[in-house]
């Protein structure tokens, strides 16, 4: 690979061949079995079969008086019918005996119901008076008793596999006795990030030099896609230690924030493909022209440019769908769209994606002016972006969009 440093991108490739190529190479990495506790919002990776009736046993579904419906037949206000009160039975503590004729069991939701009994009449209808229940309700067999496999079947396949779990999922994995339950492994992510100029996040901007804001919005973005930090580390553009950090074992995926262009101090391009490939560098898209995509053995390694309107939209079009993609999720953008007409023309070139910020405002996408990519206040006041394709000179004002919304809440400071 030749040194480009200086030199510029001789040419730059499609955002629809670079998302093809991340496509094909991102599939779900393996299952792992993860902990019934912890199952909550990762993806299952197998089919998952009940091994028991849940309940287990016939219960009680309301508060009252377990006994043989046919017994009850013909009570009413004006016929209270009298039965012997021999016990009660609770949640986990049965009544311990098999119920007779005549006789009934004062039992409350969720208790067994007792062998001998099929029927609650509930505790509204009834009355106790010296030792026996007065009912004034008829029920026939199985009133307000919960049958055994009534909510899950032993045999059923309950979820299935690639599903992402809801919390009522995973608790629904525990009531059926899962322990342990098979995932989809999370990938794993280091952050690199680039640039002599950089404070650490925490600090206070000072003289020349600039707080590093990309390593705060990629971790983020990273938990949101289901994806799992393993470390972050802000280095100077020094190519030994971007190397050393390019070398670095265990990762899936390593996000390289900075440095990514043709500039004298732009290392890792040149180190990626030393150390494997550069399939992709230089994409015709703005912002984030200078951005870059390689391999070293499996790690997939994605050049972010350091400017962080490019990182950001850097890591939606590229980073974030392959994560989401290795971690068995939906490649598709994860939060809301809406559509609606542009209150403003847009003006692109045919040949370049554009990724332009608009602000939602009386029911139409309003661009926002500042739009260089190092106006990270652009994407603060932005509701979404807009996707101007490749095969478009721009958009007339009137166009219906669809928005791309950067979240799913009902934002404090968004205009609507
Ligand atoms: P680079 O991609 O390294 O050429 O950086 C482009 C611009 O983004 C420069 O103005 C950098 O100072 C700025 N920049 C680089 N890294 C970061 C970062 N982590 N946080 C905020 N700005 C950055
Ligand atoms: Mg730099």
């Given at each position: 690979m030749r040194d480009v440093r200086m030199r510029g991108f001789a040419e730059r490739a499609d955002v629809e061949d670079v998302e093809r190529l991340l496509e094909r190479i991102a599939q779900p990495l393996p299952a792992e079995s993860v902990p019934v506790l912890e199952c909550a919002g990762r993806v299952l990776a197998a089919d998952v079969f009940a091994a028991v009736d849940v309940p287990g046993f016939a219960r009680a579904a309301m508060d009252g008086y377990a006994l043989r419906g046919e017994e009850t037949f013909g009570a009413s206000p004006y016929n209270?019918?009298?039965?012997?009160?021999?016990?009660?039975?609770?949640?986990g503590r049965p009544f311990p005996e098999r119920l007779g004729s005549g006789q009934a069991v004062r039992i409350m939701t969720g208790a067994p119901v007792p062998e001998g009994a099929d029927a609650v009449v509930m505790a509204e209808f009834c009355e106790e008076l010296d030792g026996r229940v007065l009912v004034s309700e008829a029920v026939g067999p199985q009133k307000n008793v919960g049958a055994v496999g009534e909510d899950i079947r032993r045999?059923?396949?309950?979820?299935?596999?690639?599903?992402?779990?809801?919390?009522?999922?995973?608790?629904?994995?525990?009531?059926?006795?899962?322990?342990?339950?098979?995932?989809?492994?999370?990938?794993?992510?280091?952050?690199?990030?680039?640039?002599?100029?950089?404070?650490?996040?925490?600090?206070?901007?000072?003289?020349?030099?600039?707080?590093?804001?990309?390593?705060?919005?990629?971790?983020?973005?990273?938990?949101?896609?289901?994806?799992?930090?393993?470390?972050f580390e802000v280095l100077p553009d020094d190519p030994e230690e971007i190397r050393a950090a390019l070398e670095c074992e265990g990762a899936d995926v390593v996000l390289v924030s900075g440095g990514s262009s043709v500039g004298q101090e732009d290392h890792a391009p040149?180190?990626?493909?030393?150390?494997?490939?550069?399939?992709?560098?230089?994409?015709?898209?703005?912002?984030?022209?200078?951005?870059?995509?390689?391999?070293?053995?499996?790690?997939?390694?994605?050049?972010?440019?350091?400017?962080?309107?490019s990182c950001l939209c850097a890591y939606e079009f590229f980073a974030g769908p392959t994560l989401r993609a290795l971690g068995g999720r939906s490649r598709r953008w994860p939060h809301r769209r809406v559509r609606v007409p542009l209150a403003h023309k847009i003006v692109s070139v045919i040949g370049r994606t554009d990724y332009v910020r608009v602000a939602i405002d009386g029911g139409r996408a309003v661009p926002i002016a500042t739009s260089g990519a190092s106006i990270l206040s652009s994407t603060v006041r932005a509701s979404g972006a807009v996707i101007v394709p490749r095969g478009l000179e721009g958009m007339p004002e009137g166009t219906e969009v669809e928005v791309l919304l950067y979240d799913d809440e009902i934002n404090v400071g968004d205009v609507s």
């Open positions: 209270r019918l009298s039965f012997e009160l021999c016990g009660e039975a609770l949640p045999g059923d396949a309950v979820l299935r596999g690639g599903r992402w779990l809801r919390p009522q999922d995973a608790g629904l994995l525990a009531s059926m006795g899962c322990a342990e339950v098979p995932c989809v492994r999370r990938p794993r992510v280091r952050l690199v990030i680039t640039g002599d100029e950089l404070l650490p996040a925490g600090s206070l901007p000072e003289g020349y030099r600039i707080v590093d804001s990309n390593s705060v919005m990629l971790r983020a973005l990273v938990a949101r896609d289901g994806a799992e930090l393993l470390s040149r180190l990626v493909a030393e150390l494997g490939s550069l399939d992709v560098h230089g994409v015709a898209m703005r912002p984030s022209s200078p951005a870059g995509f390689g391999r070293i053995g499996e790690r997939l390694i994605f050049l972010l440019p350091g400017n962080p309107v």
